[in-house]
């Protein structure tokens, strides 16, 4: 979320939709995108705030959501990683900086791909030994 709000356009709707939402949150948390669970959550479930944003900010803040639904948690959706991937590309086209945490996201998606191969791999080969 932080990554998100820091590359919105400040004088978009988008913007002005948080900052009105959210009164008696400070101007230099908004800015920062510093926000509790329960406003994201807020944010998520408000169609208003979905046709404020800008198609680039629009199209980073699907993914976003399709994160924290399919991603995030005790279950990932069997397409997780088209999940990530589009986030990815989303923040980057929106220019995020690319913080620690979207790196480690970035580096998860990586190693899950190489982990994928060898387990396919391996189990092709076991397969082959039971023949």
């Given at each position: 979320?932080?990554?998100?709000?820091?590359?919105?356009?400040?004088?978009?709707?988008?913007?002005?939709?948080?900052?009105?939402?959210?009164?008696?949150?400070?101007?230099?948390?908004?800015?920062?995108?510093?926000?509790?669970?329960?406003?994201?959550?807020?944010?998520?479930?408000?169609?208003?705030?979905?046709?404020?944003?800008?198609?680039?900010?629009?199209?980073?803040?699907?993914?976003?959501?399709?994160?924290?639904?399919?991603?995030?948690?005790?279950?990932?959706?069997?397409?997780?990683?088209?999940?990530?991937?589009?986030?990815?590309?989303?923040?980057?086209?929106?220019?995020?900086?690319?913080?620690?945490?979207?790196?480690?996201?970035?580096?998860?998606?990586?190693f899950s791909q190489k982990i994928?191969?060898?387990?396919?791999?391996?189990?092709?080969?076991?397969?082959?030994?039971?023949?």
């Amino acid at each position: 979320m932080k990554n998100f709000v820091k590359g919105m356009d400040k004088t978009g709707c988008g913007f002005e939709y948080v900052r009105d939402k959210f009164p008696n949150v400070s101007d230099a948390k908004i800015k920062d995108g510093i926000f509790t669970g329960s406003q994201i959550r807020e944010l998520m479930q408000n169609k208003q705030f979905d046709e404020d944003l800008n198609e680039t900010e629009r199209n980073a803040w699907l993914p976003f959501k399709s994160i924290c639904k399919d991603f995030l948690g005790n279950h990932k959706a069997a397409n997780y990683q088209d999940v990530v991937q589009d986030l990815l590309t989303s923040y980057k086209a929106m220019g995020c900086n690319m913080s620690l945490k979207i790196h480690f996201l970035e580096s998860h998606l990586e190693f899950s791909q190489k982990i994928s191969a060898k387990s396919v791999t391996n189990t092709v080969k076991d397969f082959i030994k039971i023949l």
